[in-house]
């Protein structure tokens, strides 16, 4: 058996633990990068948890090779169900295959266009500063569906229902469910209400304008300037592999469920410093005020509230041990 493991933008012990784990049962293992073809894997491991298995989607020609996402923490997610301390229990059932393999929707997208990567959780568009209207048009099936004015739409897989989509308004969409989400973002307009259409449609977002130049906002990361139109399409979907059983996307999503509810409650700083870390993983005060550009006062009163409540934890870091690094716990 051979398994790769790709390890970007992690601690370097975190793959050396896991290649010494399997070499102790005598697999072979060797390390990839995002672009290269893997073909001689049985299967590749991913670490850095949700966040480092959207990164190694985004870049590989792979999608075929199942994945396995692996936390360096005890936080829990969609796409890495399991932490680094647990791992060695589940390397004799990973050798004798016995796990499950699900499919994981993505969705296709064309930027004026021009291609770029797939998405799993979601596509939006906004304007390049916040607090900025902007118009469009969406069209289903080539048949326009309405003329919006709102501070931006999002189209989501039923993975991405859960995040930013939800915080917008959307539906929580269970994932063998073969639609996407369409929301319009604080429309001017009280009748536009999130929709869902088949996974099997063409979603256009076109005739696009705004005071400043609009983006298109990929998985929450990247952004690409548009000028007239995006182009959403089923795309592939990937394989993810799937161990715990009684810990499924509608668990997850319970917990989702849970949180929001929480979240009517909380102050709006505490919110997006959630929000960043989801999608994000684990950063230090410092580069949470860079990213969400809080003051820092307003950044240590949010992660005070936030700790207190049981919805982070701190650790140190492992590259500097004068910093601390604040990540999402798991929810009851």
Excluded at 58 to 71: A, K, M, N, Q
Excluded at 104 to 128: C, E, H, M, Q, W
Excluded at 293 to 306: E, G, I, K, N
């Amino acid at each position: 058996m051979q398994i790769g493991i790709f390890d970007a933008g992690v601690a370097d012990s975190a793959a050396k633990s896991i290649k010494h784990d399997l070499a102790n049962m005598g697999i072979d293992s060797f390390h990839i990068s995002s672009h290269a073809k893997s073909k001689l894997a049985d299967c590749i491991i991913v670490l850095g948890g949700d966040r480092g298995v959207r990164n190694y989607f985004h870049g590989s020609y792979d999608s075929d090779i199942p994945v396995l996402g692996i936390s360096e923490s005890e936080s829990s997610g969609f796409l890495a169900q399991i932490d680094l301390k647990e791992f060695s229990s589940y390397i004799n059932r990973l050798k004798n295959k016995k796990y499950k393999i699900e499919d994981v929707p993505r969705i296709g997208v064309k930027i004026d266009g021009k291609s770029v990567y797939p998405v799993l959780n979601d596509v939006a568009v906004f304007t390049s500063k916040s607090a900025t209207l902007m118009e469009y048009t969406l069209r289903v099936n080539d048949e326009e569906v309405w003329h919006d004015s709102s501070d931006g739409v999002i189209i989501s897989t039923p993975i991405g229902s859960s995040a930013y989509s939800m915080s917008a308004g959307g539906p929580v969409i269970f994932q063998e469910s073969p639609v996407f989400g369409i929301i319009s973002v604080n429309s001017l307009n009280v009748t536009r209400r999130p929709l869902i259409v088949s996974n099997e449609s063409l979603i256009e977002i076109d005739d696009i304008s705004a005071r400043l130049h609009c983006e298109v906002v990929l998985d929450g990361i990247d952004r690409y300037k548009v000028d007239k139109i995006l182009e959403c399409t089923k795309y592939d979907p990937v394989k993810i592999i799937r161990m715990k059983m009684d810990s499924t996307a509608i668990s997850a999503l319970t917990k989702k469920v849970h949180l929001a509810e929480d979240l009517l409650k909380m102050p709006p700083s505490s919110k997006l410093l959630l929000k960043i870390l989801e999608y994000e993983g684990a950063m230090t005060q410092k580069e949470l005020g860079t990213k969400t550009m809080l003051p820092d006062r307003t950044v240590r009163l949010a992660l005070s509230h936030l700790l207190g409540k049981g919805y982070l934890k701190k650790k140190v870091s492992i590259r500097d041990a004068r910093q601390k690094i604040y990540e999402i716990s798991k929810l009851a």
